[in-house]
């Protein structure tokens, strides 16, 4: 069977119970069960020479065999005796543990297949949890039978054409580490998935994918254009072109299902790869093995940036998606080059890569002034400021990784997880210096270019302590039981950190000037994380490991929090870290296992933020009993336990109700505790900050709940600065209330894309709080006053623009200390000044001529209602005032309730209906606006799909009564192309010559 086939196949008869022979979980008897078993072993890559045993239902272990190079089994036939379901078994050519394939039945006499690798170990993970027996295992025909349990987590994952059978049952082709090209689609599908987050293995994927509570990943991911970019990314990247990477997945689509959408975007991202690679090929320089290798990493490297794109904006097809994808990838394609020129004949390339294609992404779709949906817009000022973004944290990287801590006891999974979190830890260095990172390094003055040489500082610095305690944290020998996922939540932990620890030094001099103290912390609190880490998994070695990383997680960051008052810039850790570390592991570690880990249903985000909560609770009870700097004995400890095994369920149950309600007020949870815990938040702030942001949410109806991540981000993010600055909780939440407050304002007194605008608008002013203030020394009272007067300003309608500018004013003020209790007065005179401005900026606008122009709109019919004719409307520049204009529709020889469909909300008003001839002109009264910087907007007109063939079709759509503009082009022609086929002409109507048309006498 060809390995493109391999997702076209039928589901297994392989899972029906077995008419003979063995069937169910029940014995064979002392019959003899006779029958060739064969299959294929892969963990990425085709596992060679790997062990492959089989345990019974009854407890009996079998050798299989062992695997060839290429993965591959064969000839085992089953013992007498031998019960089902079975379980085949093989150890992880890393040393990590096992992957397992459950065998649910056997008929007699017959051959039968059965694969292991990461999809059937996510399977068993699922319906076979830790410490269930085999023999338990459900292999009915019910709900609950293992057949349709495996079929539905593989369909929720990748969609309805994929079967579970493709990966476990059927002829599989695996890749090699001599032919990476070799693997059939099924292969490049897991190969795929497990690069879709390097902190993520793919079994943990497959089973958050159905588990509706988890917010990590899509349900539906064939369907998801994230993935679709990630998929087409990975086959162009393997040398595969445009036409060869459609065609590959268009055999593997299984027959009869619908799979449009999919193969036009995995054709629009292919041919945009296959760009990639071929300008790469042609600049880069080398050997041919050295450029092979650069091009594969800057093309996974673009995918990854442009599925994180296309997530972020949440376009999944036409032509959004193809703007999106070519607004983005001319952003990121030369940045990725540049650095594979430079770095070429290294083998850290793929690792600069990964550490900074995320980064540039979010860069990317930070910027909400540039709208990447729109065809041709002007990217060079984001351009700009991309490469330079791109230059600085890929050379800091590089620097690390080249000369800083000694790596060569990490494998290439710690590796990576070092990369990507020093990408991380450096971009957020940077943020003081964006502004300046936007202008092109030839028209830059004397000051900012020694403002971008701070930045590249910075940038080295951050990237030097970070260096120092990442690979630290990954290569203590306590370290080597830890699973990797586990190990990028301790990596995670220690980048926020960096944060705040960074706030004590000035990161801008040159390296050779930088303080070793920052360097210190870091590392000795790497080594507390380890510590720490190592007793929690110890305890919790029974969940899986998306859990474990959540608990530990939450742990490490309330580590944090515990030992950052203690001095930490000597060589070692102090005994008083070492004893609070070993204290918290140790007291509150099981009780977080049992409570949280066991006794929650929550994954994902929203067990993170439970863990957090539940963490800091308890620690700050049992810090009112004990001491945990000092040694506890063991009897005192066993009251700690108790006690905090009481106070983290309690913390669990009260959250836990909250998140119900959240819930059931039709809220999307996940997107809520998404956004809290994105920004590191400290757990004992997040009650407060879930309970502002679920009453946020509900009183701001619709429109506030499409931003419920970012809305919480926002708010965790001034929660963390108000308590860095030693503020209390109550600080927490007046500070938090306001700009919350006027974003339910902007929500409930605009509509639609206006609304939206409106809350972006508002977030960004917030944000921009918070990154200027968090190195700043005003008070938290005054931080709070300063929030509430930009929230209340960008509530009645300041630009973020202008938000911006004050916030810069006040900024100036107070981040060197010179003025360090702002006043209410103080800032209500900036406010009223900025306001000024944009009156006197928007009455200057009204003077400035402006048209108007509709253009032309073509679209196929089809055979059924959903086409739609886009009119797009645009001024001929951006003005500072509101633009209306109304328009009308008119029958051509299209007729609108049979060939199209335009009904605007006042059609029962006789006077909006005129009637010339046989022609109905259709007037809407609800205007066509244009804010305040808009300079397009589209008319869509519903086209009526039908299979009657009949000839090209148009109709006129009429601008009129323009205010605050002129027309320029007033009048626009829709055409409704047929597709439909002429049928053949009868004899009456085929009135031919025969003279003419006699085939006999053509010469």
């Not at 020694?450 to 370290?479: H, Q």
């Not at 001024?875 to 007729?895: F, P």
Request: charged share 15%; proline share 2%; aromatic share 4%.
């Amino acid at each position: 069977m060809s390995p493109k086939r391999l997702l076209a196949v039928p589901f297994a008869l392989f899972f029906a119970l077995a008419a003979t022979g063995c069937g169910g979980g029940g014995g064979s008897g002392g019959g003899t069960v006779s029958g060739d078993l064969s299959g294929t072993v892969a963990d990425g890559l085709a596992m060679a020479n790997a062990k492959v045993t089989i345990e019974s239902a009854n407890g009996t272990q079998v050798d299989v065999g062992t695997t060839d190079t290429q993965g591959n089994y064969a000839g085992f036939s089953f013992p007498s005796g031998f019960t089902f379901p079975a379980l085949l078994k093989v150890a992880r050519s890393d040393g990590d543990g096992t992957i397992q394939a459950i065998i649910p039945s056997f008929t007699s006499g017959q051959a039968a297949i059965a694969n292991v690798n990461p999809i059937t170990q996510a399977i068993t993970a699922q319906v076979m949890p830790t410490g269930t027996a085999l023999s338990a295992v459900d292999v009915s025909d019910g709900d609950n039978g293992f057949a349709k349990k495996a079929k539905a987590t593989v369909q929720a994952a990748f969609g309805t054409a994929i079967d579970y059978d493709s990966f476990a049952n059927k002829s599989f082709k695996a890749k090699t580490a001599d032919d990476a090209t070799a693997g059939g689609l099924a292969d490049t599908l897991i190969d795929t998935l497990s690069g879709l987050d390097t902190s993520r293995r793919p079994e943990d994927i497959l089973t958050s994918a159905a588990d509706s509570t988890d917010p990590s990943v899509t349900s539906d991911l064939m369907n998801n254009a994230a993935f679709q970019a990630r998929l087409a990314g990975e086959l162009v990247s393997q040398g595969r072109s445009a036409t060869a990477t459609k065609s590959l997945i268009q055999d593997g689509v299984a027959s009869g299902v619908d799979a449009t959408t999919l193969l036009a975007n995995a054709e629009t991202y292919a041919k945009s790869f296959e760009d990639v690679y071929s300008s790469a090929n042609t600049e880069l320089t080398g050997t041919s093995d050295q450029k092979k290798d650069a091009l594969k990493a800057i093309v996974s490297s673009a995918a990854v940036s442009i599925a994180t794109i296309v997530e972020k904006k949440g376009v999944s097809s036409g032509d959004s998606l193809t703007n999106v994808l070519n607004n983005s990838m001319a952003l990121v394609k030369n940045p990725l080059i540049a650095m594979g020129k430079s770095n070429q004949s290294e083998s850290n390339l793929s690792l600069i890569l990964s550490a900074t294609n995320e980064q540039m992404a979010s860069l990317i779709t930070s910027d909400s002034s540039i709208d990447m949906t729109t065809a041709g817009v002007n990217t060079a000022t984001l351009g700009t400021k991309v490469k330079n973004f791109g230059d600085i944290v890929s050379s800091a990287v590089k620097n690390s990784l080249n000369s800083g801590k000694d790596k060569s006891a990490l494998n290439d999974k710690e590796k990576k997880i070092v990369a990507k979190n020093l990408g991380s830890g450096v971009a957020s260095s940077l943020t003081n210096y964006m502004d300046v990172l936007a202008v092109d390094t030839g028209s830059m003055t004397d000051d900012q270019k020694a403002s971008l040489t701070k930045a590249s500082n910075t940038a080295k610095n951050a990237a030097t302590a970070l260096d120092s305690a990442l690979v630290g944290m990954a290569a203590d020998k306590n370290a080597d039981g830890i699973d990797n996922q586990v190990l990028n939540s301790m990596a995670s932990a220690i980048i926020n950190q960096s944060i705040s620890t960074f706030q004590s030094y000035d990161m801008s001099v040159d390296a050779a000037q930088f303080s070793g103290g920052a360097i210190n912390i870091l590392t000795n609190m790497a080594t507390l994380v380890v510590n720490n880490a190592k007793l929690l998994n110890t305890d919790a070695a029974a969940l899986n490991i998306d859990k474990r990383a959540a608990l530990t997680g939450a742990m490490v960051g309330q580590l944090m929090e515990e030992v950052k008052s203690l001095d930490l810039t000597g060589n070692a850790p102090p005994a008083e870290a070492l004893n609070t570390a070993t204290n918290l592991a140790n007291a509150v570690g099981p009780a977080l296992v049992t409570t949280i880990g066991n006794g929650s249903t929550y994954k994902g985000s929203n067990l993170s933020v439970l863990a957090s909560n539940a963490m800091s609770s308890a620690t700050t009870e049992l810090k009112k009993t004990a001491s945990l700097t000092g040694v506890i004995d063991a009897a005192a400890m066993d009251t700690l336990k108790q006690s905090a095994a009481t106070i983290t369920d309690s913390s669990r149950t009260t959250l836990e109700a909250s998140f119900k309600q959240a819930e059931t007020d039709g809220m999307n949870l996940g997107d809520v505790t998404k956004g809290m815990q994105n920004t590191g938040i400290n757990g004992s702030a997040v009650t407060t900050v879930f309970t502002q942001v679920q009453s946020t949410l509900s009183s701001g109806g619709d429109n506030l709940k499409g931003s419920s991540e970012e809305i919480a981000k926002t708010a965790a993010t001034l929660a963390n600065t108000v308590l860095a600055k030693g503020g209390t909780l109550a600080q927490v939440e007046s500070t938090i209330q306001a700009p919350l407050a006027s974003m339910v304002v902007s929500a409930q007194n605009a509509t639609g894309d206006n609304a939206a605008q409106s809350i972006s608008q508002n977030v960004q002013a917030v944000n921009e709080i918070a990154k200027n203030l968090q190195q700043s020394k005003q008070s938290v009272e005054n931080l709070a006053t300063t929030v509430s007067s930009v929230s209340s300003a960008t509530a009645t309608g300041l630009s973020g623009e202008a938000a911006s500018k004050l916030v810069q004013t006040i900024q100036t003020q107070v981040a060197q200390g010179t003025n360090t209790a702002v006043s209410t007065a103080d800032v209500t005179t900036q406010l009223a000044t900025v306001n000024s401005n944009i009156v006197n900026d928007i009455a200057k606008s009204a003077e400035i001529p402006t048209a108007l122009s509709i253009a032309d709109a073509r679209v196929t019919e089809g055979n059924t209602d959903g086409a739609k004719a886009n009119f797009d409307v645009t001024l001929d520049k951006a003005v500072l005032r509101v633009v209306n204009v109304k328009y009308s529709v008119t029958d051509g020889t299209a007729i609108n309730g049979t060939d199209y469909r335009f009904t605007p909300s006042d059609t029962a008003s006789a006077s909006n209906i005129t009637i010339t001839g046989t022609n109905v002109a259709v007037t809407g009264k609800e205007n066509l606006v244009f804010n305040p910087g808009e300079i397009k907007k589209t008319i869509a007109i519903a086209v009526i799909g039908d299979t009657t063939y009949e000839p090209d079709e148009t109709f006129t759509v009429t601008l009129s009564d323009p205010v605050g503009a002129t027309l320029a082009k007033s009048v626009a022609i829709g055409t409704i192309v047929n597709d439909d086929t002429q049928p053949p002409l009868t004899p009456a109507e085929a009135k031919w010559d025969d003279a003419v048309w006699d085939t006999h006498n053509w010469l």
